[in-house]
């Protein structure tokens, strides 16, 4: 067992690893409150499929709330509903998290319903048809009918040609419809094994109780199989890609733009966050001060750093107003990012943003959800130490720290361009 201490906002957490490989990392909080946030997290997501068979993680975290070998179908909700619980998941590029926010003394119910998920999911066909059903929906509803779900999908698809990034966790329709009940179970035995998953706890609760609670409902059980490595690798991109997308009944048009960044545990990536506050991190951040009050082009731009385990992106998105062009917006936002390589932005902007981000990031450590994902965030990609250093790096970061990562990155050999319209 480890215990680790900061100076800083973040909590004291402790860790424990038991023999067949689960890591368990508590995070006491001390609030008096009586309110525990008890959460799995599998270091899988659509990051390890394959061509053909994407979307299979985010299928399988759907089949996790149907039935297992002591549980009927939507038992498990029933059970944390009736203890006064509440309980979701989701599936990420990197990782899948299953969570139960609680009154402490549900803790022990709570795990025990975690382990049953782990070893005893029935992964019945009838339940699979039914459930897949659901799934399709939900890509047609927040990808292919939504201009911004679809443009945001299409991206990854134009960033990444290799890796497995270049599908986004919902997975293509065709691989959708052609899922078999045994590529389910496959996946299943491959990667919901202890040695791919850690347990976070966080709220208003001890450390030992928390670990002699995962001892008596993991201990016992065994990994079935190695995990399968991950060796691709993104080829260096060269050139410019550009894309026109046209569909039926769209009124505005879009725009999207990304560019190539380095993993979550790069030096830059706290400069390159900031970054994407100063362009649009509230009313009178830098785009949206411009394209959407001043100029009008758009009715929403945002900036955004996706920090993930492989080499993410830095991606801007923007909904344009009623007759304005894709290009007219496009031409604003290169503006406003040639002004910042150029060194037009000043301490004021970058004190601002360090402010509201510091007050943003401990006002979050003030719940037990948020710090349980935060946390859990990074043990799942597999290094902590980017949080632990988090607050040092942030003190010491400077204006000329944010103009060397903007020439650094947005380079127009590494981006990728859609424009969608009618």
Do not use: C
């Not at 659901?134 to 991206?155: A, C, H, I, K, Q």
């Not at 009715?299 to 993930?308: F, R």
């Not at 150029?342 to 450590?365: E, Q, R, T």
């Not at 970061?397 to 060397?404: F, G, P, Q, S």
């Amino acid at each position: 067992m480890s215990s680790y201490a900061f100076s800083s906002a973040l909590y004291k957490y402790d860790e424990m690893d038991l023999k067949n490989g689960l890591k368990v990392v508590v995070i006491p909080m001390k609030n008096n409150s009586n309110v525990v946030d008890i959460n799995i997290f599998y270091k899988v997501g659509s990051r390890n499929e394959v061509l053909g068979k994407s979307g299979i993680a985010h299928m399988l975290e759907h089949m996790n709330f149907k039935s297992t070998k002591n549980l009927k179908s939507g038992e498990f909700d029933n059970i944390v509903k009736q203890f006064g619980g509440n309980t979701n998941a989701s599936t990420g590029f990197d990782y899948t998290r299953y969570f139960i926010k609680s009154n402490k003394t549900n803790l022990d119910k709570s795990l025990e319903l975690f382990a049953e998920m782990m070893t005893n999911l029935s992964l019945k066909d009838s339940e699979f048809q039914t459930e897949r059903a659901v799934v399709m929906e939900e890509r047609l509803w927040r990808t292919d009918n939504s201009p911004m779900g679809y443009l945001y999908f299409r991206l990854f698809n134009t960033a990444y040609i290799y890796h497995s990034y270049h599908w986004t966790p919902i997975g293509f329709m065709d691989d959708i419809k052609s899922w078999k009940i045994d590529d389910i179970k496959d996946f299943y035995k491959t990667y919901y094994q202890p040695q791919n998953a850690i347990i976070v706890v966080a709220g208003d609760i001890e450390s030992k109780i928390v670990f002699n609670a995962v001892k008596k409902h993991f201990n016992h059980i065994k990994n079935t199989s190695k995990i399968p490595k991950i060796h691709t690798i993104e080829p260096k991109q060269q050139d410019r890609r550009f894309i026109e997308i046209k569909k039926e009944n769209q009124e505005v048009e879009l725009y999207a733009l990304a560019y190539k960044i380095p993993n979550f545990e790069h030096k830059d990536q706290i400069a390159l966050s900031i970054l994407s506050y100063i362009l649009s991190g509230g009313k009178s951040s830098i785009l949206v001060e411009n394209i959407v009050n001043k100029e009008k082009l758009a009715q929403s731009v945002y900036a955004y750093n996706m920090d993930l385990k492989d080499e993410g992106l830095f991606l801007f998105m923007a909904v344009g107003n009623k007759d304005i062009k894709a290009e007219q917006i496009e031409s604003s936002i290169l503006k406003q990012i040639e002004n910042i390589k150029n060194g037009k932005i000043n301490n004021k902007d970058l004190d601002k943003a360090k402010i509201n981000v510091k007050a943003s990031f401990i006002f979050g450590l003030q719940n037990s959800s948020q710090v349980t994902s935060l946390y859990g965030s990074y043990f799942a990609r597999g290094n902590i130490e980017p949080l632990l250093n988090y607050e040092d790096n942030f003190d010491k970061l400077t204006i000329n720290d944010i103009i060397e990562v903007a020439n650094k990155y947005f380079k127009s050999e590494s981006s990728s361009t859609i424009f969608l319209r009618k």
